[in-house]
């Protein structure tokens, strides 16, 4: 049972915000609510570098009692380095070790879990981390499919107490990402005609080689519903020389993060770094329900770095995912949003309107309205509407703004598990940027205009780009039934 004196601290310090009153960041505060006995007991399945750079905030917030990798060395011997695990009486209890993530959730005393393996993973291990009554953290991009988009939001709805964030915690960017929501959204900027989206380009790998599967990997596991073929990797790369990535991996593979390279297990930069600022676009555009998404997606400019036909490699021992790309999301009222590898802006998202334009990206938002001091126009309950009345404070911790971001989107899951609310990235409203991402990927793959039907949430009158709705899930690895 939840604590009624730590109910009622965030409730006050919510209530205070909204007010115009100042209170602590809200990390602050929910770091505070979360040190007693009463923490949450978390699994964190997919401990690869992602993983493990969200344990690091998770650590202060909930006590992690059991970690699950698939690959032994690269992810649970560099997790238990990193002094992780339930804390009492000042010293720190390791957590529980296991590599099928399907014991992880049969266990009943644990209350939530993070997900961050590999992006094909993700849908199958959430909706079944929900039925099995536990609140969900899962990062992006939240799906592979379009199918798996509207399965997820299927299972958010029908198990509805299980809180789930996505996690793309650029909407708790209050300075950058949401200031330009709020002048996007209050026609600061005019009739919206025009928006870019530069998320860049994949990288491109030599021919890799086939080479022996690690003792420490179970190959099979990690390709789970995506086809089996042969593990191919070359030497291993020097360590990164922070703390959370510091495992060796190839530096080419099929495997640890260059996963994202491959259509069979992600879509490159579309849903990597697309699933950040497409979010933010239809964020700030007001335009997250069905209906208010594009009529067509044109990929005719797009550049792969092996051959396709009929939107499928030809080649399979090399990365396949797009270098250099223009994608035009077409829009019935006439703007047009696109997502590109490169722009005169940089990385980040220009909105052009018939009164201006901002560009906007992490740690940096500009344009004339800025300019002019625009920020003296929004209150506390401005930023609160954006975050569904909970608040986002200004980096009041001393953390860099990347850095006080990721922490604040766990906050604010965390505070829904306790007192209830939607989470500022909650998984209806992402599901329309994870449209777009999927979209984005078909279009440029079949190298055309797509039609799309945003209401009914399917393309239509192109057989073979529909054909891409779904993939195949080998035998044992099915998608759940809700």
């Given at each position: 049972m939840v604590n009624p004196n730590r109910r009622h601290f965030l409730k006050t310090a919510a209530l205070a915000a909204g007010a115009g009153v100042w209170v602590p960041s809200f990390y602050s505060s929910v770091r505070a609510a979360e040190s007693t006995r009463e923490r949450l007991r978390m699994a964190c399945i997919g401990v690869g570098s992602m993983g493990r750079l969200?344990?690091?905030?998770?650590?202060?917030?909930?006590?992690?009692?059991?970690?699950?990798?698939?690959?032994?060395?690269?992810g649970i011997t560099s997790v238990l380095k990193c002094d992780f695990g339930r804390k009492k009486e000042g010293k720190t209890i390791p957590p529980d070790i296991y590599t099928d993530y399907r014991k992880v959730l049969e266990r009943k005393d644990i209350d939530c879990v993070m997900i961050a393996t590999p992006d094909h993973w993700h849908t199958k291990i959430a909706i079944e981390a929900m039925q099995a009554g536990k609140h969900v953290f899962c990062e992006k991009p939240l799906t592979l499919t379009l199918e798996e988009d509207l399965l997820f939001r299927k299972a958010a709805e029908t198990y509805k107490d299980c809180v789930v964030q996505v996690g793309t915690m650029q909407r708790c960017f209050r300075n950058e990402f949401q200031l330009a929501a709020l002048i996007v959204r209050g026609g600061y900027l005019g009739k919206i005609e025009r928006v870019t989206v530069d998320i860049g380009g994949c990288p491109t790998s030599p021919v890799i080689p086939r080479a022996a599967i690690p003792a420490s990997l179970d190959w099979n596991m990690w390709l789970g519903q995506a086809p089996m073929v042969d593990y191919i990797a070359t030497a291993n790369a020097p360590a990164a020389n922070w703390e959370y990535h510091t495992s060796a991996r190839p530096e080419f593979s099929r495997g640890h993060f260059q996963f994202r390279w491959w259509y069979e297990y992600s879509g490159g930069k579309f849903t990597d770094w697309g699933a950040h600022h497409i979010d933010i676009a239809l964020w700030a555009l007001n335009r997250q329900t069905p209906g208010t998404g594009p009529v067509s997606i044109d990929g005719t400019d797009a550049k792969h770095p092996v051959p396709f036909r009929d939107g499928y490699p030809l080649v399979d021992n090399q990365f396949n995912t797009p270098t250099d790309f223009n994608i035009y999301h077409k829009f019935s009222d006439g703007m047009?949003?696109?997502?590109?590898?490169?722009?005169?802006?940089?990385?980040?998202?220009?909105?052009?309107?018939?009164?201006?334009?901002?560009?906007?990206?992490?740690?940096?938002?500009?344009?004339?309205?800025?300019?002019?001091?625009?920020?003296?126009?929004?209150?506390?309950?401005?930023?609160?509407?954006l975050s569904n009345g909970i608040p986002c404070h200004e980096n009041q911790a001393g953390r860099s703004g990347q850095d006080f971001a990721y922490m604040e989107s766990k906050c604010?899951?965390?505070?829904?598990?306790?007192?209830?609310?939607?989470?500022?990235?909650?998984?209806?409203?992402?599901?329309?940027?994870?449209?777009?991402?999927?979209?984005?990927?078909?279009?440029?793959?079949?190298?055309?205009?797509?039609?799309?039907?945003?209401?009914?949430?399917?393309?239509?009158?192109?057989?073979?780009?529909?054909?891409?709705?779904?993939?195949?899930?080998?035998?044992?690895?099915?998608?759940?039934?809700?």
């Open positions: 969200d344990m690091k905030y998770f650590d202060e917030l909930v006590d992690i009692v059991a970690i699950c990798d698939v690959d032994t060395d690269y047009v949003m696109n997502v590109c590898s490169r722009s005169r802006d940089g990385n980040g998202i220009l909105f052009e309107g018939t009164k201006g334009r901002i560009h906007v990206s992490r740690g940096r938002l500009k344009g004339k309205v800025i300019e002019e001091g625009i920020r003296e126009q929004f209150q506390e309950a401005d930023y609160l509407a604010n899951w965390i505070h829904c598990i306790r007192n209830g609310g939607k989470p500022i990235c909650d998984v209806a409203s992402h599901v329309q940027a994870a449209h777009l991402c999927h979209l984005s990927g078909i279009a440029a793959r079949l190298g055309r205009e797509i039609p799309w039907d945003s209401l009914q949430e399917k393309i239509v009158g192109d057989d073979q780009a529909a054909s891409f709705f779904s993939r195949p899930q080998r035998k044992g690895f099915e998608l759940p039934t809700v």
